[in-house]
């Protein structure tokens, strides 16, 4: 008789705030909140958290922030830590049903287990002081005495989501290939605790080269959400059942990523991407915009836009050029084109060629090269005095 009833039909997704949440793992809530979109269902996320630690409590908020920054919304957050009292039960009642036994082996020791302490006596037990596991019985679907409770008395991975996803009523989780062995031990541990609902386990390629990157680290080198979550969701948003074979890999491509970025960026309206550079107008959104032809990152472009506004010193080789520049551009009138302005600065300084090209570009643009003065002069003429301050 099945003592657990199923409430809820709902998905779940799974991260541990253990460390920076990685590409492959912000894909798999990507995918989970589509077909929990798509199907009418509710998200729920579970932390992880095994033992707490004030690190955890850290990364948590890193981690739900993250979920927010990408649209991922969920009906329900739950912890793993909070059943922790009903994973010791759990395991209890599997010793008493003799689905799992006490093992005094070592942690370490070789997989698939050999058995060496499953015929064990309760005698002898008891009569062990020695530290240890316990580990499930071997069945037609695993072959291998994998661990649920370590000698620390914490759960496994394995055996917790077994348990949490039965206690929550989850019916559905998406996950990649890799862990598609992971899904008949815990259908294992629900079985043997008499819970008989079926879990939907659905799979999805690999993402190859995905661990490298934690998706805070996209995010600080400048990288949008919206090109982050296109770009991981155009490798693949379809799903097959654990019978069924998945796609082969797909790989994580920076420079494919870059792409899209830049597509993201010249998609933004001006001043939704001068306010993501920091500042509050439409045509600084518009310089930025030509600065995507080289460049494919908000933080690159920003470096860019930021050297402009900076306060600048005068150039070295060229101090009195740049001071005699900078002072008449700081008293000269209004000029709606760049020629008319060049040509004003040109007479009144009489300064030619390089004395006068090289300072001014250094005063305007806060290097020595990259977009011609006469394309930049239409976004910034109205800042002129700011910008050579």
């Given at each position: 008789m099945n003592s657990f009833q199923r409430s809820l039909t709902m998905v779940r997704f799974s991260?541990?705030?253990t460390h920076d949440i990685l590409v492959s793992e912000l894909r798999i809530a990507l995918l989970s909140a589509l077909y929990a979109q798509q199907k009418n269902l509710p998200l729920i996320v579970r932390m992880e958290d095994g033992k707490r630690s004030e690190e955890m409590e850290r990364r948590e908020d890193e981690l739900l922030e993250i979920l927010s920054l990408f649209g991922i919304s969920y009906s329900q957050l739950y912890y793993q830590s909070n059943n922790f009292k009903y994973h010791l039960q759990f395991a209890s009642t599997l010793l008493d049903r003799k689905k799992a036994?006490?093992?005094?082996?070592?942690e370490d020791k070789a997989s698939p287990y050999d058995g060496a302490c499953e015929p064990l006596s309760n005698e002898e037990i008891l009569n062990n002081p020695s530290p240890f596991v316990i580990r499930m019985k071997p069945s037609s679907t695993?072959?291998?005495?994998f661990t649920i409770m370590q000698r620390d008395k914490y759960p496994t991975a394995i055996f917790a989501?077994?348990?949490?996803d039965m206690l929550q009523g989850v019916s559905t989780l998406i996950r990649e290939e890799s862990h598609k062995e992971d899904a008949s031990k815990e259908s294992l541990v629900r079985e043997a605790l008499g819970y008989e609902e079926?879990?939907?386990y659905l799979y999805v390629p690999n993402l190859e080269n995905a661990?490298?990157?934690?998706v805070k680290a996209l995010l600080d080198e400048g990288f949008m959400p919206e090109a982050i979550a296109r770009y991981l969701l155009a490798l693949g948003t379809e799903w097959q059942r654990c019978e069924e074979q998945t796609n082969t890999p797909v790989a994580f491509e920076k420079e494919a990523l870059r792409q899209m970025n830049r597509a993201c960026i010249q998609n933004l309206s001006d001043m939704e991407l001068s306010k993501r550079l920091g500042y509050a107008c439409e045509n600084i959104g518009k310089l930025a915009k030509l600065y995507t032809n080289t460049l494919n990152?908000?933080?690159e472009i920003k470096v860019k836009i930021d050297a402009i506004f900076s306060k600048k010193e005068p150039l070295c080789g060229f101090e009195t050029e740049s001071k005699t520049l900078q002072k008449l551009i700081l008293e000269a009138p209004y000029f709606e084109s760049y020629d008319a302005f060049e040509a004003y600065l040109a007479e009144?300084?009489?300064l030619k060629a390089e004395a006068f090209f090289t300072p001014l570009y250094v005063l305007f643009m806060g290097e020595k090269s990259g977009l011609a003065l006469a394309q930049t002069y239409p976004f910034l003429k109205n800042y002129l005095k700011e910008i050579v301050r």
């Open positions: 991260v541990a705030p036994f006490i093992c005094f082996c070592a695993t072959s291998d005495s989501r077994a348990c949490d079926a879990l939907n661990e490298r990157w934690s990152t908000t933080a009144k300084s009489a």
